[in-house]
Each structure stands twice: as structure tokens, then as C-alpha cells.
């Protein structure tokens, strides 16, 4: 069983080593460690991966970027956060906000060194349809690993991966549903269908009347 599974893991690992040679010799020979960065970014979906990079190439070239004062540690992103759906304030009044208008809290914890969070905001959150769900049904908060209250938020909940979404209840503070890298809109919607089906009050009444009816029927 053991060979089995040595085996399986060799033969993936070639296969994903000649993904990143055929990636190089079709984008003019990038180095492997960009190559499997763009890989990565499209879990390992050689074409999405080469559509990235073109689509990024392209965007760059668009770009004039000859101030030589132009701040990198700022404005590195290749997508800008979407401001218009990010909910202004710290985590807790966000948090406050969101139980006041009895609204399930996305939270969004970015890196600026995978390019993942990147692909959230270029395609995932600036999807119309995406976009206008979260803004009608959710409160949506975002911030990056770098900032002391995103390492703080991310620490509370475990979340060691980037970028990681969550869903939080924003009257018990329980994480109630989790996602890994990047996602895309179609499947995020989905996902989210069945928080637009019961809201925060109603989902912690109905676990609270359950809980007492237990105590009742144990006694």
C-alpha cells in the first residue's frame, strides 16, 4: 500500500514538474517559481494558468508606471480591493453592525504575497452578480495578514491559509463556514445560498430553542 502510494505522489510530482516546464516555453521562459505560482493560482489548470498570465501581462503593459516615486508597498496589487463592498471600521463595529442588521459577516483575509488574493479581487468580489448578493444580503469586511488587526482575526479563528474567506455569525462570533485560495463567483453564490435562507437571529433562535428543548427532554 505504502509503494502504491510513493508511487502515486512521484508520478504527480512529475507531472506537475513538466506543467512548469511547458508553462515556462510558452511564456518566454518565466522562472519555475513564477511558473508555479500562476499554476497554483489555477489549481493546476495548465490553460487557466496561461490565460493568468496573459491576462497580467497584458494589464501591465497598459499600465505606465514611470513615476520612480511610485510606492510598491502600497500598490503592488495587480486588483484593488473592492472598496465599495468592503464595510468600513474595525472588526468588532463591523461585527456590531452586522448583528444590528441581522446580517451574515464575510470576512476576507488577504496576503499580498499570493497571488490568490490577488485573483479574489481582480475576478472573484468584481463580479457584478457576486458583488451585488454580498452588498444586499451580507456585511462584508476585508483586511490583509499584514495589518495587526488581520493577524489578530486570523489567529482567533485559525485561519492559516491565504487568502481564507469566512463566514462569521455575528452574534455568537462562530465561524460558520470557511474557503480556501481562490474561489470563483459561480460557486461562492452557491455556496452562499443557504445563509439567504435563514438569517443570523433566526438561525441562533432556532439552536437555542433546540438546546432548551434537550435540557427539557433529558429532565
Same mark, same amino acid.
Given at each position: ?7 502515486? %505522489? ?131 469586511? %476585508? ?77
Amino acid at each position: 500500500m505504502e509503494k502504491v502510494k510513493n508511487h502515486h %505522489q512521484s508520478a504527480q510530482k512529475t507531472v506537475m514538474e513538466e506543467m512548469i516546464t511547458y508553462f515556462q516555453h510558452n511564456t518566454g521562459g518565466e522562472t519555475a517559481e513564477s511558473a508555479a505560482k500562476f499554476l497554483r493560482a489555477a489549481n493546476w489548470n495548465l490553460e487557466e494558468a496561461l490565460q493568468l498570465f496573459h491576462r497580467n501581462q497584458e494589464e501591465s503593459e497598459e499600465d505606465d508606471y514611470s513615476d520612480t516615486d511610485y510606492d510598491h508597498s502600497e500598490c503592488d496589487n495587480l486588483y484593488p480591493p473592492p472598496i465599495a463592498l468592503i464595510h468600513k471600521g474595525s472588526f468588532e463595529n463591523t461585527k456590531l453592525d452586522a448583528k444590528a442588521a441581522d446580517r451574515w459577516l464575510i470576512v476576507n483575509i488577504q496576503s499580498k504575497a499570493e497571488f490568490g488574493s490577488q485573483l479574489l479581487n481582480g475576478h472573484t468580489w468584481a463580479n457584478e452578480t457576486l458583488a451585488e448578493t454580498i452588498s444586499s444580503n451580507f456585511v462584508f469586511w %476585508q483586511i490583509y495578514d499584514d495589518k495587526e488587526e488581520g493577524l489578530k482575526v486570523s489567529t482567533y479563528y485559525k485561519a492559516e491559509s491565504r487568502p481564507v474567506t469566512l463566514v462569521i455569525d455575528p452574534i455568537t462570533g462562530l465561524q460558520m463556514r470557511s474557503w480556501r485560495g481562490m474561489m470563483e463567483a459561480e460557486t461562492l453564490l452557491e455556496d452562499l445560498m443557504p445563509f439567504m435562507d435563514k438569517s443570523p437571529q433566526h438561525t441562533t433562535s432556532s439552536q437555542y430553542k433546540a438546546k432548551i428543548l434537550h435540557i427539557h427532554r433529558r429532565h
